[in-house]
């Protein structure tokens, strides 16, 4: 039986997964890494540190799996997106801390080019709006602010990468820098009508081209690797894409109209438009979904960015829980919000308000308050933001949802699976297998190595789903939303 080992690297952790050829999970390992907060609102990842993990997450896998390790056949690799590193060309190592799509240091840049009337060029090409949660505008603030790593771009020492292109790197020794459409996408400096990167992007951020990764399929081989010494012989990298589009490829939302959500650190929500390039004009970006055999697919995307982080933040900075297991108990310990709302603006409100400044809230606090609804209002304002962007979304593409897929380690919360499903009277059907995102880089390295002809065949592979039916009235659901937009326009509001 052949297996794929699997690479997740994402916001919080890197994970080492073990799959079969049909999909199913053998087993994992992960390795968490630090979050560094320099400033307020500014966000960064030690790369070096990101790397190191992957091979000690990969060692402590096969450590454990002996016997399977003549049976691999190929790495697949997803990551978080929008995260980039400037690293050096000859040895690889960081000139700085990954900066994480969370950080907003490139708030004034991106205001000043959006003043400047270069909004429309900028989705027109890229199909994503001029904001700090894409790379490009903090590509710029390094190289104002960090004159060596500017001469290092200009004199061609140093290179540009998302996390995925910055680890084959290094898991290749250098002899392949390159990335897959999913994650160029993410930059602002990648035309999606072309799928190649672009000049014009490129000079208006001020980022060298050349220091910029090959961008492949995602069923490519991106070379080879014996994982730092830890194998004999060296394992084709075949399967690369970022997280969230490897879960909608997993869910094998191949059809348009489908759509899924991925409950993370944020949340991502894609619905598959099909093969022709689409906008929005309401603050729903447009994604290369995937690129197979030379096919390009496109999505909508709405993106929540501190949704699942709200739960971290109500453990590690409140102390109100010790584990996130104890909010599901804890919201159904009392039968309502109380009147209680909490809106996870930590670093602004992403889609469809597109309010850098806003910052989160607690309202609607009384006396009889207390930490049930406390977190209560947390996990509904999960739901919430993710309403908030499903309607938009469904809204804009034309479409009349059914059924949305979820996945993420936030399935396994029934409380939260439930109140997504009955505020949006959509069937929610939520995968078993919380690693979809390392699973749709696994079957894309497995159409890449031949073992399936093409996307007909993925879709006949075995899953398992539970579905949540909503069960609360209409009226019920639309009078909760109308008390968190309520709250929402109370975080929205500046006063002069």
């Known amino acids: 039986m052949r297996l794929i080992l699997g690479i997740d690297q994402s916001t919080s952790a890197t994970k080492a997964l073990l799959f079969t050829e049909t999909g199913q999970l053998l087993d994992k390992t992960a390795v968490s890494h630090q979050q560094i907060y320099p400033r307020p609102g500014w966000v960064e990842h030690d790369a070096a540190e990101i790397y190191r993990n992957t091979l000690q997450a990969v060692a402590t896998l096969l450590e454990q799996n002996k016997e399977r390790v003549d049976s691999l056949l190929c790495l697949s690799l997803t990551n978080q997106r929008e995260t980039i590193v400037v690293f050096d060309k000859a040895t690889g190592e960081p000139l700085h801390n990954a900066i994480v799509w969370q950080c907003r240091r490139g708030e004034a840049i991106c205001a000043e080019l959006e003043a400047a009337g270069h909004g429309q060029m900028v989705q027109a090409k890229t199909g994503l709006k001029i904001d700090t949660y894409f790379p490009a505008s903090k590509l710029t603030w390094l190289r104002q602010n960090r004159p060596d790593i500017a001469q ?41 009508n072309t799928l190649a990167w672009d000049t014009e992007l490129c000079q208006l951020f001020g980022v060298p081209l050349a220091a910029l990764p090959e961008v492949r399929d995602s069923d490519a081989r991106f070379g080879e690797t014996d994982l730092g010494g830890l194998l004999l012989r ?55 979904a995937w690129v197979i055999g030379g096919q390009p697919v496109y999505a909508f995307e709405g993106i929540t960015n501190f949704t699942g982080a709200t739960i971290t933040w109500l453990r590690d900075q409140l102390g109100l829980i010790e584990s996130v297991e104890e909010t599901e108990g804890l919201a159904t310990a009392v039968p309502d919000n109380g009147g209680v709302y909490l809106v996870p603006a930590f670093v602004g409100l992403s889609a469809p308000y597109w309010q850098p400044n806003a910052r989160a809230a607690i309202v609607g606090l009384s006396p009889s308050s207390s930490k049930s609804h ?8 999960i739901a919430f933001r993710i309403y908030d962007v499903l309607s938009l979304m469904t809204e804009e593409a034309a479409v009349d949802l059914q059924t949305v897929h979820a996945d993420g380690g936030a399935v396994n919360n029934r409380f939260l699976m439930q109140f997504v499903a009955d505020l949006t009277h959509l069937t929610v059907r939520a995968s078993r297998l919380p690693e979809l995102s390392a699973l749709g880089a696994v079957l894309a390295g497995l159409i890449g190595t031949g073992v399936y002809a093409d996307l007909n065949a993925i879709a006949r592979l075995p899953r398992e789903t539970i579905d949540f039916i909503p069960v609360m009235l209409r009226d019920a659901a639309e009078k909760l939303y109308a008390g968190w937009q309520t709250a929402v326009q109370q975080v929205l509001y500046q006063p002069k």
């Open 234 to 288: 060296p394992l084709p990298i075949v399967g690369v894409m970022g997280d969230s589009q490897a879960a909608l490829f997993a869910q094998r939302c191949f059809t348009p109209g489908s759509a899924k959500v991925t409950f993370g650190t944020g949340s991502s929500v894609l619905l598959n438009i099909g093969n022709e390039v689409a906008y929005s004009d309401k603050g729903i970006v447009t994604a290369v």
């Open 152 to 192: 290092k771009l200009a004199d061609g020492e140093a290179l540009i990468g998302t996390i995925d292109a910055y680890l084959i790197y290094r898991l290749t020794y250098g002899r392949s820098f390159a990335t897959d459409q999913t994650n160029a996408s993410r930059t602002l400096l990648f035309d999606i």
């Open 374 to 381: 406390v977190v209560r209002a947390a996990l509904e304002g």
